[in-house]
Nanobody, 123 residues
Framework: QVQLVESGGGTVQAGESLRLSCAASGNGFSRKSMGWYRQPPGKQRELVAAISSDGRAKYADSVKDRFTIFIVNAENTVYLEMNSLKADDTAVYYC?????????????????WGQGTQVTVSS
């Protein structure tokens, strides 16, 4: 079972950038599909970005062209680079490792969540 620790959140002004990290320990990080989710206050958790084990990425329309998901296998870490942040990006962000990426859709491994990291964007 993979243990996940997210970091990199914080409070920024609209238009600024943040890079979130999700460090994995335990077995089986490599060759897995992964995703970043977020949960805004009072709303359901939603998929922000996902990447397949062979590097194909997909993004929610709301973050396309602003966010980038990438993996550094040597670090056992998946990142989410977030640029041009908006107030609507305010949420707790969670990573997920080992879900199923198929036909352009990502289904999370429900056993594989970190504790989340808070991102607050002030306008």
């Amino acid at each position: 079972q993979v243990q996940l620790v997210e970091s990199g959140g914080g409070t920024v002004q609209a238009g600024e950038s943040l890079r979130l990290s999700c460090a994995a320990s335990g077995n089986g990080f490599s060759r897995k599909s992964m995703g970043w989710y977020r949960q805004p206050p009072g709303k359901q958790r939603e998929l922000v970005a996902a990447i397949s084990s062979d590097g194909r990425a997909k993004y929610a329309d709301s973050v396309k062209d602003r966010f980038t998901i990438f993996i550094v296998n040597a670090e056992n870490t998946v990142y989410l680079e977030m640029n041009s942040l908006k107030a609507d990006d305010t949420a707790v962000y969670y990573c997920n490792v080992g879900g199923v990426y198929s036909s352009g859709r990502y289904s999370p491994d429900l056993r594989s969540w970190g504790q989340g990291t808070q991102v607050t964007v002030s306008s």
